[in-house]
């Protein structure tokens, strides 16, 4: 399984980006995916947790800015960023819950990281 990840780039203060996080491989389902972030000097920190679309979670600025969706049959989620912040700089990564063809068990699977950069 390989998870790509795309989209990032720079962005200006107040504009929107949309990141998208393509899973490839004997993938039998996706059970969850999440979004993270790694700040420059900061460790990678969570910004979005889709619980299998049983429950949506969004910590502390991405609230109410940011959206992950997923398309089921394209096996890709997205995260849709709006009102973006030069806070919001860093190299987002997408992680998934997914189990595959060779075992029961769902395994995590990270994607390479995509760099967003927020100027004004």
């Known amino acids: 399984v390989q998870l790509q990840a795309s989209g990032g780039g720079l962005a200006q203060v107040g504009g929107p980006l949309r990141l998208s996080c393509v899973a490839s491989?004997?993938?039998?389902?996706?059970?969850?995916m999440a979004w993270y972030r790694q700040a420059p000097g900061k460790e990678r920190e969570p910004v979005a947790i889709?619980?299998?679309?049983?429950?949506?979670d969004y910590m502390g600025s991405a609230k109410g800015r940011f959206t992950v969706s997923r398309d089921r049959a394209k096996n890709t989620g997205y995260l849709q960023m709006n009102s973006l912040e030069p806070e919001d700089t860093g190299v987002y990564y997408c992680?998934?819950?997914?189990?595959?063809?060779?075992?029961?068990?769902?395994?995590?699977?990270w994607g390479q990281g995509t760099q967003v950069t927020v100027s004004s």
């Open positions: 491989g004997n993938i039998v389902s996706i059970r969850g």
């Open positions: 992680r998934m819950l997914i189990r595959t063809s060779d075992g029961f068990v769902p395994t995590l699977y």
């Open positions: 889709d619980e299998d679309q049983s429950s949506t």
